[in-house]
């Protein structure tokens, strides 16, 4: 069982791709950490200055479309996102999220729901997600079983090593 996941909210807009978070010109670096310092440069130039452990990104529809490329979810990762939750994901970087362990939350979301900077404790097995900055319960549908039990191993990864261990 995940227990509560907790952070500050960091707001994007809509369609956001994964080229936006991850350009072109740092795909050939080696070191996925170098990488993650170009995250949504060409966005928001301060993201990964402003982008704090434990935050939660809330974005707008259609996020993560384009390429299938898993580097577009592991740069959060490495930065200490928790959690996005958007209004829409394109559905192969949903499933990227999952499988390298960082919770996808579809919401219709509105602007009353959230602000940047508020405080967010998320419930995957109740889904609800409790904003501590204004007091407001926001209910979510619950992901499938099968896949919070791969986040609760930490992603796909972690959940084949420990089948083939059996």
């Known amino acids: 069982m995940i227990d509560i996941i907790g952070g500050f909210v960091y707001i994007l807009g809509d369609n956001i791709t994964t ?30 200055q402003n982008i704090n452990r434990g935050n939660i990104i809330v974005a707008g529809e259609n996020f993560g479309s384009g390429s299938s490329r898993e580097e577009a979810v592991n740069v959060f990762k490495i930065l200490g996102v928790k959690a996005i939750i958007a209004k ?61 039990e791969i986040l609760e191993e930490g992603g796909i990864l972690n959940r084949l090593k420990r089948n083939l261990k059996k």
């Open 19 to 48: 080229d936006d978070i991850v350009p072109s010109d740092v795909l050939t670096l080696r070191d996925t950490n170098d990488m993650a310092k170009s995250t949504l440069k060409y966005i928001d130039q301060y993201f990964v």
């Open 88 to 148: 829409s994901f394109a559905r192969i970087y949903f499933r990227n999220l999952i499988n390298l362990g960082i919770p996808g939350i579809q919401l219709k979301w509105e602007d009353i729901h959230f602000s940047k900077e508020d405080d967010l404790e998320i419930s995957l097995d109740q889904g609800i997600i409790f904003n501590k900055s204004k007091n407001l319960k926001i209910q979510f549908e619950k992901l499938p079983t099968f896949l919070t």
